[in-house]
């Protein structure tokens, strides 16, 4: 196979690619889990901050975790911002907290029961370690509510593992070289942790199950809304390949270019895996393996080297035997082998940047350089050897290449390491961090068990909200929609404000539908922020239909005109736009006018005038009276002329 | 019934490897949990870990069937011994573990925070504390500080001896932070000693990475080796990390529930900062800056003989009480005391150190009795004046002492002392006057 071609027509089967799904939905409760504080994220001026340091600490079983344990290398600190009238001490990890949120825990329950699933009888709250600064308390507080379920999709069942109830973590403002800014506005929001086996078998079916349950959490009514409020990870493995495990898929149609793009960096690395041991390439990790070389850099041209010497930073080199040309062999679409050790050496190391020398002589490094350095490294060409360096400080060069010694050798070892892989907006992945393991969970003293009765449980069964399919049937009923529509509705965002609406005003339902879900869309293609239209001015929009005050025309110009002025009264939106509706008198008079200035076209075509003067009219009218209207007046008019 | 067969039949320990089957119902199947069993303080419910980390309570009752997979061993905290080599540049820094959050660990038994933590563990999670002093550690009590005991504190102030005649240049005491003001005090009064005795606590269990423990112990470590003369207590300053105040013993008290800088100066400041965040620019390491905010050679003056370093004195009468005043309290309590044999009583008036009529004939009976009296203020900031009122001049000619802006808390660790180790005359006259920097001649006007 070439090595730039990525197109590969996939066979899933014979792969034997398995995915899972973990999604998290933050819940629209009134209060936070642990605290009393409202679920409301802002973006106005924090009222304050305060500055802080984690550490690692010792789990129950005595271990240290090895995902914590990095972070902790890196000694950052951290930045919580907060607002004083909707954050508390809780949230700063400054005072205990208080027991879950109950209406978190019955929505728990009820997406449990939508899936079928068996919820225990005891719940305790775990603290999951996560010290990134993400919490300030350096743990996540969550809840192991419920397992073993299944929901159906079109390419056949998925079996849900899990359903935990956990608190969402600091939303980050900014990364800053020794610093990381938080705030703690949505620390504490309710989310739902759903994990399902790996059943997925090909990526249409791994977006169809995010889309099914992403349908039952919404049937709750307590799903969040709005981008961030839901987030996907995706767990892919390939026969020969590993798990992975890709965070923070914000938009569910990437789902399946992460798993397609996954499955051909799986091929790719067991490929470049086969090469290393043909070649019987060699790596010898440890730091006692970094070359210091910045004498061989002494008076190069490369402005990143010159620049990190200038800082009295030091050129370091590592020797890769047997990895020549495959440092630069793509395993994702513009993703090479090399940029997976760069990921490392920037998430372990911090450095910016690496060169190895399948890219060399570039970036101001010449070729008497490189071969200087192959030299020094004793790089022989007829093993294939190659090397890579790295300008920083020394500690941090040290650091980012035993890293990438690390990531090399397990290219020859393992192929593909097991790891958590953030998800690229072009459905490509990085390294985050390596696979969690189970030490990092340990009880929350602070907070009792909680009991789940089942009579509780029995409630929420015998309560359970619609759930989509009823509900289009009932809409195509009660609401005479057609089938596309109804279906558009109840995937809609927008369904509860379609059912009030339509309960409230005598307009036609479907008039209704597609003034939310058609028109709404294309007003925002045509550049319009639709984000400022709210419930009121729907409202108001129908309220004048229903009594005829605005004709079904002008609505797009109406709702246009909520956009610009929202603050502005439906009144002042039609004065605005000029689409106050005209009475029926004025109507026929205007009409009448509009006949008798082409008189002379009806006295040569008769009835065949029709076409022409219903477009004047309309020019005329458009959006102060109904069509129908005008359609059926025109019409009476010519007949009596024409008659006469 | 089946189920109940199986659970007694099958004898299960902490730890074990467990496979539970649920009974189906009839609209679910049934469903299957596996994990180590942990300990549950219900006895109907069984709680196990599960491989993904969580617990998950199922109750007996719903149990068809349980197998065991594996004896497993019951999880401990792995303890491991230390041995460090002392480095002669650095001053020997001895840190008595007394228990408390600092020196906490979680008890999975009950599910609370208990104290565990031997003065070595702390020395584990804290190892930067080897490169600030050569560490011995020792764990002389394991309680919460709420179920601390006067006569605590003289085992304290006895270990405080024994450690600097052993040569330690400082001393620095883990304690709770409930009562920690309460020993502070004590130690002030009791010790006289020109090593620093510096008390440290936290607000946050230190085993949670966000505590506060470690920064603590830092800071009191460092401290310790300044070369300070008496007894302090070190905290955070603010609720964020960036630096930690040392307030004297005698002046501290805890102020707040659960925030990091819970513990305040009382009408008094904090006698130095330690900056915990800033960073040496050269070496980009946290060069935890000191910045003393009262006069550093005052703090570091000898106050006994040299070569003596450290003296002695635990007598404490333990028959003192100290008695809040709120409206419509009554004499009852004061003769109940005196009738119980208490030699003295500190009240915590209100306002400018004020009580009720209804408690006048109290006073005068345990006066009359022999008891000490003594008047603070239970508004915490401010000095008591009992001139100002009739009241207040009606408590001085009954008796009743002013401790002018001495905390409450300490006024009455200050009165055991001093009715155990002076005639009583000479107690009460010393009542009202500094004599280990309990009392300030004059009341500053910016408070921290």
């Given at each position: 196979m070439s090595n730039s071609d990525l197109n590969l027509n996939l066979d899933y089967k014979e792969l034997g690619l398995k995915v899972g799904l973990e999604i998290h939905q933050q819940l629209n409760t009134s209060r936070k889990l642990f605290c009393n504080c409202p679920t409301k994220i802002r973006d106005d001026e924090p009222h304050g901050e305060i500055e802080r340091v984690l550490r690692p600490s010792q789990s129950e079983m005595g271990q240290i975790d090895k995902a914590a344990l990095i972070e902790s290398k890196k000694e950052k600190n951290y930045v919580y911002q907060y607002y004083n009238d909707t954050n508390c001490l809780v949230e700063l990890d400054d005072e205990p907290p208080q027991g879950p949120c109950e209406e978190g825990v019955y929505t728990a329950v009820e997406v449990s029961e939508l899936m079928d699933m068996h919820v225990v009888d005891e719940v305790q709250v775990m603290r999951k370690m996560v010290?990134?600064?993400?919490?300030t308390s350096g743990f996540q507080r969550t809840m192991f509510i419920s397992q073993d379920g299944n929901i159906e999709t079109d390419y056949g069942d998925v079996r849900i593992t899990s359903l935990c109830l956990e608190e969402d973590a600091c939303k980050k403002v900014r990364d800053e070289k020794d610093k990381v800014i938080y705030c703690v506005?949505?620390?504490?929001?309710p989310l739902l942790e759903i994990t399902t086996e790996p059943?997925?078998?090909?990526p249409e079916m791994g977006k169809e199950a995010a889309r099914r349950i992403g349908t039952i959490l919404r049937a709750t009514g307590k799903a969040k809304r709005g981008l961030g409020t839901i987030r996907q990870d995706v767990n892919i493995s390939i026969k020969e390949g590993a798990r992975i495990e890709v965070k923070g898929?914000?938009?569910?149609?990437l789902i399946e270019q992460i798993i397609k793009n996954e499955a051909i960096r799986q091929i790719k690395l067991n490929e470049i895996k086969k090469e290393l041991i043909e070649r019987n390439a060699e790596v010898k990790t440890g730091t006692q393996n970094i070359v210091d070389v910045t004498e061989l850099f002494k008076?190069?041209?490369s402005k990143v080297i010159k620049s990190a010497l200038k800082k009295k930073g030091v050129v370091k080199a590592i020797l890769l035997k047997g990895f020549d040309g495959l440092i630069g062999k793509e395993v994702q679409p513009n993703r090479r082998l090399g940029t997976e050790f760069s990921d490392r050496g920037k998430v372990i190391?911090?450095?910016?940047g690496l060169f190895h020398t399948d890219e060399l002589p570039k970036y101001g490094i010449t070729q008497e350089e490189v071969d200087a350095l192959k030299e020094f490294m004793g790089a022989n060409a007829e093993t294939k050897d190659a090397v890579i360096i790295v300008a920083d400080r020394e500690s941090k060069a040290v650091r980012a290449l035993g890293a990438v010694l690390d990531r090399a050798y397990e290219a020859i070892t393992i192929g593909i390491p097991e790891e958590t892989r953030k998800a690229l907006e072009d459905g490509n992945t990085s390294y985050l961090r390596p696979l969690p393991g189970a030490a990092r969970m340990y009880p929350e003293t602070d907070i009792p068990n909680i009991p789940i009765s089942d009579e509780f449980v029995e409630n929420i069964r015998n309560n359970l909200p619609e759930m989509p399919k009823e509900k289009l049937e009932r809409f195509i009923k009660e609401?005479?929609?057609?089938n596309d529509l109804a279906k558009q509705m109840v995937m809609s965002y927008h369904v509860d404000l379609f059912e009030e609406l339509a309960k409230t005003f005598k307009v036609k339902p479907t008039l209704i539908a597609t003034t939310i879900e058609a028109t709404v869309k294309e007003i925002r293609r045509e550049g319009?922020?639709?984000?400022?239209?709210?419930?009121e001015h729907f409202e108001q929009l129908f309220e004048c239909i229903e009594n005829g005050?605005?004709?079904?025309?002008?609505i797009v110009d109406v709702l246009k005109g909520f956009v610009e002025?929202?603050?502005?009264?439906v009144d002042k939106i039609l004065e605005i736009k000029g689409l106050s509706a005209m009475s029926e008198e004025d109507v026929v008079k205007e009409i009448k006018s509009i006949i008798k200035q082409n008189i002379a076209v009806v006295n040569e075509k008769g009835m065949g005038a029709m076409g022409l003067l219903m477009g004047r009219c309309m020019a005329n009218l458009r959006g102060k009276a109904d069509g129908k209207l005008i359609n059926k007046t025109l019409q009476d008019e010519l007949k009596s002329i024409v008659n006469k | 019934m089946s189920n109940n067969n199986c659970l007694e039949n099958l004898k299960t320990d902490i730890g074990d490897l467990v496979e539970i089957t649920t009974k189906a119902e009839a609209d679910k199947s049934s469903t299957t949990y596996k994990g180590n069993i942990m300990p549950c303080l219900k006895e109907d419910v069984i709680m196990i870990k599960m491989s993904s980390g969580y617990n998950a309570g199922i109750k007996k009752e719903k149990i068809e069937e349980i197998k065991l997979l594996s004896k497993g061993e019951t999880p401990k905290h792995v303890k491991t011994d230390l041995e460090i080599n002392k480095d002669k540049k650095l001053k020997n820094i001895s840190i008595i573990s007394t228990g408390g959050t600092v020196a906490s660990r979680v008890?999975?038994?009950?599910g609370a925070v208990h104290p565990a933590f031997t003065a070595d563990d702390l020395i584990m999670a804290v190892p930067e504390l080897l490169t600030i002093a050569n560490i011995s550690g020792k764990a002389v009590m394991n309680i919460l500080?709420?179920?601390?005991l006067p006569t605590y504190w003289k085992e304290v102030a006895e270990h405080i001896e024994q450690e600097v005649k052993n040569g330690a240049d400082g001393i620095v005491i883990a304690h709770g932070t409930d009562t920690m003001h309460y020993t502070a005090s004590a130690l002030q009064f009791m010790v006289k000693s020109n090593v620093p005795i510096i008390l440290v606590g936290a607000q946050?269990?230190?085993?949670?990475?966000?505590?506060?423990a470690a920064l603590n112990l830092i800071a009191s470590t460092k401290f310790a080796t300044e070369g300070l003369s008496g007894v302090y207590v070190l905290m955070h300053?603010?609720?964020?990390?960036?630096y930690c105040y040392l307030h004297e013993g005698v002046k501290?008290?805890?102020?707040?529930?659960?925030?990091?800088?819970?513990?305040k100066s009382v009408n008094a400041q904090p006698v130095a900062k330690m900056n915990?965040?800033?960073?040496?620019?050269?070496?980009?390491?946290?060069?935890?800056k000191i910045e003393y905010l009262a006069d550093e050679r005052k703090l570091k003056q000898?106050?006994?003989?040299k070569n003596l370093n450290v003296q002695i004195n635990t007598k404490l009468e333990e028959r003192v009480a100290l008695l809040k005043i709120y409206?419509?309290?009554?004499?009852d309590i004061l003769k109940y005391y005196a009738d119980k044999g208490y030699k003295g009583i500190v009240l915590e008036g209100t306002g400018l150190g004020h009580a009720p009529e209804t408690l006048f004939e109290g006073i005068k009976y345990a006066i009359s009795k022999g008891l000490l009296v003594a008047m603070t203020t239970q508004t915490i900031n401010g000095r008591v004046n009992m001139n100002v009122y009739s009241n207040g001049v009606e408590l001085q000619k009954m008796g009743v002492i002013s401790c002018e802006d001495m905390n409450a808390e300490t006024a009455l660790v200050k009165m055991m002392y001093l009715l155990a180790n002076y005639e009583f005359k000479e107690a009460k006259d010393l009542?009202?006057?500094?004599?280990?920097?309990?009392?300030?001649e004059f009341s500053v006007i910016d408070l921290n």
């Amino acid at each position: 196979m070439s090595n730039s071609d990525l197109n590969l027509n996939l066979d899933y089967k014979e792969l034997g690619l398995k995915v899972g799904l973990e999604i998290h939905q933050q819940l629209n409760t009134s209060r936070k889990l642990f605290c009393n504080c409202p679920t409301k994220i802002r973006d106005d001026e924090p009222h304050g901050e305060i500055e802080r340091v984690l550490r690692p600490s010792q789990s129950e079983m005595g271990q240290i975790d090895k995902a914590a344990l990095i972070e902790s290398k890196k000694e950052k600190n951290y930045v919580y911002q907060y607002y004083n009238d909707t954050n508390c001490l809780v949230e700063l990890d400054d005072e205990p907290p208080q027991g879950p949120c109950e209406e978190g825990v019955y929505t728990a329950v009820e997406v449990s029961e939508l899936m079928d699933m068996h919820v225990v009888d005891e719940v305790q709250v775990m603290r999951k370690m996560v010290i990134d600064g993400s919490n300030t308390s350096g743990f996540q507080r969550t809840m192991f509510i419920s397992q073993d379920g299944n929901i159906e999709t079109d390419y056949g069942d998925v079996r849900i593992t899990s359903l935990c109830l956990e608190e969402d973590a600091c939303k980050k403002v900014r990364d800053e070289k020794d610093k990381v800014i938080y705030c703690v506005d949505r620390l504490g929001i309710p989310l739902l942790e759903i994990t399902t086996e790996p059943d997925i078998t090909t990526p249409e079916m791994g977006k169809e199950a995010a889309r099914r349950i992403g349908t039952i959490l919404r049937a709750t009514g307590k799903a969040k809304r709005g981008l961030g409020t839901i987030r996907q990870d995706v767990n892919i493995s390939i026969k020969e390949g590993a798990r992975i495990e890709v965070k923070g898929v914000q938009n569910l149609d990437l789902i399946e270019q992460i798993i397609k793009n996954e499955a051909i960096r799986q091929i790719k690395l067991n490929e470049i895996k086969k090469e290393l041991i043909e070649r019987n390439a060699e790596v010898k990790t440890g730091t006692q393996n970094i070359v210091d070389v910045t004498e061989l850099f002494k008076n190069t041209e490369s402005k990143v080297i010159k620049s990190a010497l200038k800082k009295k930073g030091v050129v370091k080199a590592i020797l890769l035997k047997g990895f020549d040309g495959l440092i630069g062999k793509e395993v994702q679409p513009n993703r090479r082998l090399g940029t997976e050790f760069s990921d490392r050496g920037k998430v372990i190391g911090g450095v910016g940047g690496l060169f190895h020398t399948d890219e060399l002589p570039k970036y101001g490094i010449t070729q008497e350089e490189v071969d200087a350095l192959k030299e020094f490294m004793g790089a022989n060409a007829e093993t294939k050897d190659a090397v890579i360096i790295v300008a920083d400080r020394e500690s941090k060069a040290v650091r980012a290449l035993g890293a990438v010694l690390d990531r090399a050798y397990e290219a020859i070892t393992i192929g593909i390491p097991e790891e958590t892989r953030k998800a690229l907006e072009d459905g490509n992945t990085s390294y985050l961090r390596p696979l969690p393991g189970a030490a990092r969970m340990y009880p929350e003293t602070d907070i009792p068990n909680i009991p789940i009765s089942d009579e509780f449980v029995e409630n929420i069964r015998n309560n359970l909200p619609e759930m989509p399919k009823e509900k289009l049937e009932r809409f195509i009923k009660e609401y005479d929609l057609n089938n596309d529509l109804a279906k558009q509705m109840v995937m809609s965002y927008h369904v509860d404000l379609f059912e009030e609406l339509a309960k409230t005003f005598k307009v036609k339902p479907t008039l209704i539908a597609t003034t939310i879900e058609a028109t709404v869309k294309e007003i925002r293609r045509e550049g319009f922020n639709i984000e400022l239209l709210k419930e009121e001015h729907f409202e108001q929009l129908f309220e004048c239909i229903e009594n005829g005050k605005v004709s079904k025309e002008a609505i797009v110009d109406v709702l246009k005109g909520f956009v610009e002025n929202p603050y502005a009264n439906v009144d002042k939106i039609l004065e605005i736009k000029g689409l106050s509706a005209m009475s029926e008198e004025d109507v026929v008079k205007e009409i009448k006018s509009i006949i008798k200035q082409n008189i002379a076209v009806v006295n040569e075509k008769g009835m065949g005038a029709m076409g022409l003067l219903m477009g004047r009219c309309m020019a005329n009218l458009r959006g102060k009276a109904d069509g129908k209207l005008i359609n059926k007046t025109l019409q009476d008019e010519l007949k009596s002329i024409v008659n006469k | 019934m089946s189920n109940n067969n199986c659970l007694e039949n099958l004898k299960t320990d902490i730890g074990d490897l467990v496979e539970i089957t649920t009974k189906a119902e009839a609209d679910k199947s049934s469903t299957t949990y596996k994990g180590n069993i942990m300990p549950c303080l219900k006895e109907d419910v069984i709680m196990i870990k599960m491989s993904s980390g969580y617990n998950a309570g199922i109750k007996k009752e719903k149990i068809e069937e349980i197998k065991l997979l594996s004896k497993g061993e019951t999880p401990k905290h792995v303890k491991t011994d230390l041995e460090i080599n002392k480095d002669k540049k650095l001053k020997n820094i001895s840190i008595i573990s007394t228990g408390g959050t600092v020196a906490s660990r979680v008890d999975y038994k009950t599910g609370a925070v208990h104290p565990a933590f031997t003065a070595d563990d702390l020395i584990m999670a804290v190892p930067e504390l080897l490169t600030i002093a050569n560490i011995s550690g020792k764990a002389v009590m394991n309680i919460l500080s709420e179920n601390m005991l006067p006569t605590y504190w003289k085992e304290v102030a006895e270990h405080i001896e024994q450690e600097v005649k052993n040569g330690a240049d400082g001393i620095v005491i883990a304690h709770g932070t409930d009562t920690m003001h309460y020993t502070a005090s004590a130690l002030q009064f009791m010790v006289k000693s020109n090593v620093p005795i510096i008390l440290v606590g936290a607000q946050r269990s230190s085993d949670r990475p966000s505590s506060d423990a470690a920064l603590n112990l830092i800071a009191s470590t460092k401290f310790a080796t300044e070369g300070l003369s008496g007894v302090y207590v070190l905290m955070h300053g603010e609720n964020g990390d960036e630096y930690c105040y040392l307030h004297e013993g005698v002046k501290v008290r805890k102020l707040h529930s659960s925030r990091r800088d819970a513990f305040k100066s009382v009408n008094a400041q904090p006698v130095a900062k330690m900056n915990m965040l800033s960073k040496n620019k050269k070496t980009n390491e946290k060069d935890y800056k000191i910045e003393y905010l009262a006069d550093e050679r005052k703090l570091k003056q000898n106050i006994i003989d040299k070569n003596l370093n450290v003296q002695i004195n635990t007598k404490l009468e333990e028959r003192v009480a100290l008695l809040k005043i709120y409206p419509g309290i009554n004499s009852d309590i004061l003769k109940y005391y005196a009738d119980k044999g208490y030699k003295g009583i500190v009240l915590e008036g209100t306002g400018l150190g004020h009580a009720p009529e209804t408690l006048f004939e109290g006073i005068k009976y345990a006066i009359s009795k022999g008891l000490l009296v003594a008047m603070t203020t239970q508004t915490i900031n401010g000095r008591v004046n009992m001139n100002v009122y009739s009241n207040g001049v009606e408590l001085q000619k009954m008796g009743v002492i002013s401790c002018e802006d001495m905390n409450a808390e300490t006024a009455l660790v200050k009165m055991m002392y001093l009715l155990a180790n002076y005639e009583f005359k000479e107690a009460k006259d010393l009542m009202g006057k500094n004599i280990a920097g309990e009392i300030t001649e004059f009341s500053v006007i910016d408070l921290n």
